[in-house]
């Protein structure tokens, strides 16, 4: 799938500068081909590889208009775009993480789309998972038409979990907790149930979430670590390694993930849908019946999980609105989506698109299906790749017993306010006009 979006990725506004000149070239180069209207589209990594195959059908049907693509690597994606809105040579339309939404609109630098989705044949509001659609609304305001989806649930080794006494996966944390005690009992001292490496954040995120927790409050100007919901959800990521469920350790001191899931070291591990490509090609074909997808087991029921993926958005400076907005319609067509997903294994943002046989029928892709009716947007601020690295940063302190779980949550709270204190200036200074 490339990178995912939702992990952080390191930036600085001074090393972009560089390469504006270069961004200004490009654009330059990109003028229309004779009477054509030029659209130019960047996309990242496997996803911007395949756009351009998709593309020609849109062309055929708007003979009027050209496609240019751009593939970026994930890498130097965020960096790229922060160059071309500082030099002012964005794309037409660009593929966003969902989480790079709101930086982008504090920067002013995207199009409203309310206008265009109201009045739309093609794109309609209520076929797409609720939830991934909020993760592109910011101030009421919708800045992304959702292109792919994931979020995370549980891979498992199902042989274990029925010698454990479980024909389906657990729906509780209680009944959870209570299923890795009993495979736990059955393990070595140097098995586990579950691999949670201690450096991801999205585990404890998800945890919080289900327990109610916006994660930050006051409207994103400050933590919200140390109160009820959070402190119950973080708890409870704890128990994991309090109760030997998980071992404490990072994913570089993971040799081979899937050669200790074949030996049934771990019998669990939390992650995306592009782990069903890589569990089936790399997995034994000894283990190929042994292993399955379920949807997070919450408080008291089936539990929540975030809203991950990546949109399309479509940049304020663009002199071709109307025509990227009917590539943007095109690309959101179901059937697109549908052969966009066999290209990629990206799973479709619309409800619509899951009714095919291609998805309908995978026996890994119906827990995410069911996960995607339960999803939540993570906290919509520009800052949120840098706190949420602070998160697991933290919580690796507490899970090796280095800080307490009450200064855990305190130093995350002051460091996360920290990060806040610019956004909380700009907040009041705009209601202060």
């Not at 990227?324 to 943002?349: C, H, I, N």
């Not at 619509?352 to 995978?362: E, V």
Request: include cysteine; proline fraction near 6%.
């Amino acid at each position: 799938m490339g990178r995912d979006p939702s992990r952080p990725v390191k930036t600085s506004l001074a090393r972009a500068a560089v390469f504006v000149l270069a961004i200004a070239a490009a654009s330059c180069s990109s003028a229309s081909a004779g009477s054509k209207t030029t659209l130019r589209i960047w996309a990242m990594g496997r996803e911007g590889e395949v756009l351009s195959q998709l593309t020609p059908g849109f062309e055929k049907e708007h003979p009027d208009i050209h496609v240019e693509v751009q593939q970026i690597p994930w890498t130097a994606a965020h960096e790229k775009l922060l160059t071309a809105y500082v030099g002012d040579a964005t794309p037409d339309i660009a593929m966003l993480g969902n989480t790079w939404v709101p930086e982008f609109v504090a920067l002013n630098s995207l199009a409203p789309l309310d206008s265009f989705a109201t009045r739309s044949k093609e794109i309609r509001r209520d076929d797409f998972f609720p939830g991934i659609w909020k993760t592109n609304v910011v101030n009421a305001k919708t800045y992304g038409i959702p292109w792919y989806v994931d979020t995370r649930l549980i891979f498992y080794r199902s042989d274990l979990l029925a010698k454990a006494g479980y024909k389906e996966f657990p729906r509780t944390w209680a009944d959870w907790t209570a299923a890795m005690k009993k495979i736990k009992s059955r393990m070595t001292d140097k098995q586990y149930p579950m691999l949670m490496p201690t450096n991801e954040w999205p585990q404890p995120v998800n945890f919080a979430l289900e327990t109610g927790s916006p994660i930050l409050r006051d409207g994103g100007r400050y933590g919200a670590f140390e109160q009820g919901p959070f402190r119950k959800g973080f708890d409870f990521y704890l128990s994991f390694y309090r109760q030997g469920f998980a071992s404490p350790v990072s994913s570089s001191q993971v040799s081979n993930l899937f050669q200790e899931f074949e030996r049934g070291n771990i019998a669990m591990y939390i992650s995306g849908p592009w782990y069903i490509g890589e569990f089936k090609n790399r997995l034994d074909s000894t283990i190929q019946k042994k292993w399955m997808t379920a949807a997070m087991p919450g408080l008291n029921g089936p539990g929540v999980s975030m809203a991950g993926g990546s949109s399309l958005s479509l940049f304020a400076a663009s002199q071709h609105k109307k025509e990227a907005w009917l590539l943007m319609e095109y690309l959101s067509r179901p059937q697109v989506e549908l052969q966009f997903y066999k290209l990629t294994g990206d799973l479709p943002p619309r409800k619509t698109a899951w009714q095919d046989t291609a998805l309908a029928d995978n026996t890994y892709t119906k827990a995410f299906r069911d996960q995607l009716e339960r999803v939540v947007p993570l906290p919509q601020v520009p800052e949120w790749e840098e706190i949420a690295t602070t998160i697991y940063e933290h919580g690796e302190q507490a899970i090796r017993k280095a800080t307490t779980v009450d200064q855990t949550l305190s130093s995350l709270d002051q460091d996360v306010n920290a990060m806040l204190e610019k956004r909380r200036y700009l907040l009041a200074k705009s209601k202060a006009k």
